[in-house]
């Protein structure tokens, strides 16, 4: 599919009518396809990030008026973290409309966490670059939908909890090791071991550094608490 079809069908997958189309194409830009005249998605990205993070601020509070700060933070981290926003961009196929230079394109960019969570960011600056905050609103809520109403359940933060473990019987913070990497340059799969002081460790396997750390972490919890 044609650059300019394949923008315009993401549109449409967006529920977003476009007043001004460009800003969706320079949302869509990565910086190895910018050239003169053509802009990357850097700063829409930026812009982007803040938009997310004021919604769904605002719809946390407004789901529940009783939640403390503490309890806040975590359900919003899970939001609008990088994995989330790579996870509604692959659900809406921004992959396939993603303008990328040659060699991104060659070794699997459109399948790349980052830069799809980077677009996703910069798509939704589009959306309120081109008709303001409400309409920013409405395709956040509608594409981020069940996550928000489900958010308790993912935003347990596996590392910060066996950290809370460790601390209440006097032991030093877990320590996380890499001890393998697999897989090709472009999709590499990264192996995390933790250790605890007392010598309990697990260790996970996963996409990102962040994620392997996160699932070791959990596995380990689980087996010292035996809880799931």
């Known amino acids: 599919m044609k650059p300019a079809a394949a923008t315009t069908a993401l549109a449409g997958r967006l529920g977003h009518e476009f007043a001004r189309i460009e800003l969706l194409s320079r949302a869509l830009t990565h910086g190895s396809a910018s050239a003169p005249g053509r802009a990357d998605n850097q700063r829409l990205e ?3 990030d803040r938009v997310l993070g004021l919604v769904m ?4 509070l407004a789901a529940d008026a009783c939640a403390t700060e503490g309890q806040i933070a975590p359900r919003f981290n899970a939001l ?12 809406i196929d921004l ?3 993603l303008r990328l230079g040659r060699s991104e394109a060659t070794t699997g ?7 799809l969570a980077d677009a996703m960011e910069a798509v939704i600056a589009a959306v309120y670059l081109d008709a303001g905050l409400e309409a920013a609103r409405a395709m956040i809520l509608r594409l981020w939908g069940e996550r928000i109403a489900h958010v308790e359940s993912d935003a347990r933060d596996a590392k910060t909890a066996l950290q809370e473990w460790a601390q209440a019987r006097g032991a030093p913070p877990p320590l996380y090791a890499e ?10 799969l990264f192996t995390i071991e933790v250790r605890l002081a007392t010598g309990e460790s697990d260790a996970a396997t996963a996409a990102s550094k962040r994620a392997a750390e996160q699932a070791a972490a959990a596995a380990l919890l689980a087996r010292l608490t035996g809880e799931p």
């Open 95 to 97: 992959g396939a409309a």
């Open 57 to 60: 601020a605002e719809a946390l």
């Open 80 to 91: 609008v973290r990088r994995e989330t926003c790579a996870a509604i961009a692959r659900e």
């Open 46 to 48: 930026f812009l982007g």
């Open 179 to 188: 001890t393998g990497r697999s897989g090709p340059d472009h999709q590499p």
């Open 109 to 115: 960019g459109r399948r790349k966490q980052a830069l």
